[in-house]
Structure formats: structure tokens, C-alpha cells
């Protein structure tokens, strides 16, 4: 079962700052924050994770509270094609550890 | 980043027949290679983790003798339908994590099969 909980859609203007929230509060210790985005009918792309530290990277920035229970990516720029499903998953960061999907944030850019 | 590719990206085929569905890390080699599948407005199901050298794990609920996995070298996984019917009508998508990497899983573009 996935261990996080997200809003199932949320709405933002184009240019603006989008903001999706995550809730993980039965996360572990060895377990980090990854965000996966899907755009209709393509495969999930990869976009940051981090463990407890703050995370930026050309796409996004990662937000974990200090408590590690809950989580924001931001979208700092959004553009229409930032249209997509956004998955946040806590999971160990070893290879053979799976990755389990919840139902995500369908977040829409609008003009 | 590390690249991973499906093939086909569509395929359909007729009730009773196997489809075979491959997955290749291009540019990274991963001992786990993992299959999920999606139907339409549902999130990604994981199906089964694969990995090189020996027999998958499969999740709960889904028949092994149906989904057969095949992980042959540290760049190939794949996936084969066999009698499909219908209800296996689906989008499958693999993925893989490099053996060295930082975590990151990277998937496939996805492969739609259309069962009629």
C-alpha cells in the first residue's frame, strides 16, 4: 500500500508558482521522498527526492518538513506542459526496493 | 539521465494469442528491473519486480503463469502476456535503477495493449 497521502487535483495559473503538498507521516528513518510525474500516456519521469534536507534541482525544489511527516514540491515557473500527475513515494534508496504508487495530484496549468 | 526503453510502444493482438513486451536500460545496467501496469484514469499497479539471473517476485493477486518474466542480462527484462484476453488490455510500463545509482528509479516510455 502506498504510504502517502496527496489532493487528488489541484488547479494553477500558468507562470505561477504550483505547490503540491504530500502527507507521509508513518515514513522511516532510511526512507527518502521521491516525485515522479506522468503525463498522459507516457512512462513516469523522475524529478528529485530527498531524505530530511531541502532539495532543488532544474525542475523543482523539494520542501520536507523537519519532522519528515509531510512534503512540498514546487514548480517555481509552471508551464502548460507541467499538466500532469504528480506521485510522491517514500521509499529506501536501494535498487531492488520498489517503488509503489497512490492515486497522486492531477495538477492542470491553466492559461 | 539513465534511459530506459520499451518496445513495442503499441501492439494489439487477438484474444488467445502471447505478447511479448521488452524492456532494455540503454545506457546503465540494473540487476532490478521492475513491471507495473495501468488502466485508464488508475494509477501505476506494480505487478512484479524482476531481477537479472533469477525468477521474479510477483505481487499479490497476479498469476505468475500468465505474466511470465524474463530477466536475462543486466539490460534486458521482458514481459510476456501469454493467452491474452481482453481484460488484459492495459498500458505496461517497466522500469530500472542503475546498479551504482543514487536511488532514482527510471521508467520506460510504456507499452499500450490493445486485447481484441
Known amino acids: 500500500d502506498a504510504k502517502t497521502t496527496q489532493p487528488p487535483s489541484m488547479d494553477c495559473a500558468e507562470g505561477r508558482a504550483a505547490n503540491l503538498p504530500c502527507n507521509h507521516s508513518t515514513i522511516s528513518g532510511n526512507e527518502y521522498v521521491y516525485w515522479y510525474r506522468q503525463i498522459h500516456s507516457q512512462g513516469p519521469q523522475y524529478i528529485i527526492h530527498?531524505?530530511?534536507n531541502n532539495e532543488t534541482n532544474e525542475m523543482a525544489s523539494l520542501i520536507i518538513t523537519e519532522d519528515r511527516k509531510s512534503s512540498t514540491l514546487i514548480l517555481p515557473h509552471a508551464t502548460l506542459r507541467d499538466t500532469a500527475v504528480y506521485y510522491c513515494i517514500v521509499r529506501e534508496p536501494w535498487g531492488a526496493q520498489k517503488l509503489v504508487f497512490g492515486q497522486g495530484t492531477r495538477l492542470t496549468i491553466n492559461p | 539521465g539513465a534511459v530506459v526503453s520499451q518496445h513495442p510502444s503499441r501492439v494489439i493482438c487477438k484474444s488467445g494469442t502471447s505478447v511479448k513486451i521488452e524492456c532494455r536500460s540503454l545506457d546503465f545496467q540494473a540487476t532490478t528491473m521492475f513491471w507495473y501496469r495501468q488502466f485508464p484514469k488508475q494509477s501505476l499497479m506494480l505487478m512484479a519486480t524482476?531481477?537479472?539471473?533469477?525468477?521474479?517476485?510477483?505481487e499479490q493477486g497476479v498469476e505468475k503463469d500468465k505474466f511470465l518474466i524474463n530477466h536475462a542480462s543486466l539490460t534486458l527484462s521482458t514481459l510476456t502476456v501469454t493467452s491474452a484476453h481482453p481484460e488484459d488490455s492495459s498500458f505496461y510500463i517497466c522500469?530500472?535503477?542503475?546498479?551504482?545509482?543514487?536511488?532514482?528509479?527510471?521508467f520506460g516510455e510504456g507499452s499500450r495493449l490493445t486485447v481484441l
Open positions: 530527498g531524505l530530511k
Open positions: 524482476s531481477n537479472e539471473g533469477s525468477k521474479a517476485t510477483y
Open positions: 522500469s530500472a535503477t542503475e546498479i551504482a545509482g543514487a536511488g532514482e528509479l527510471f
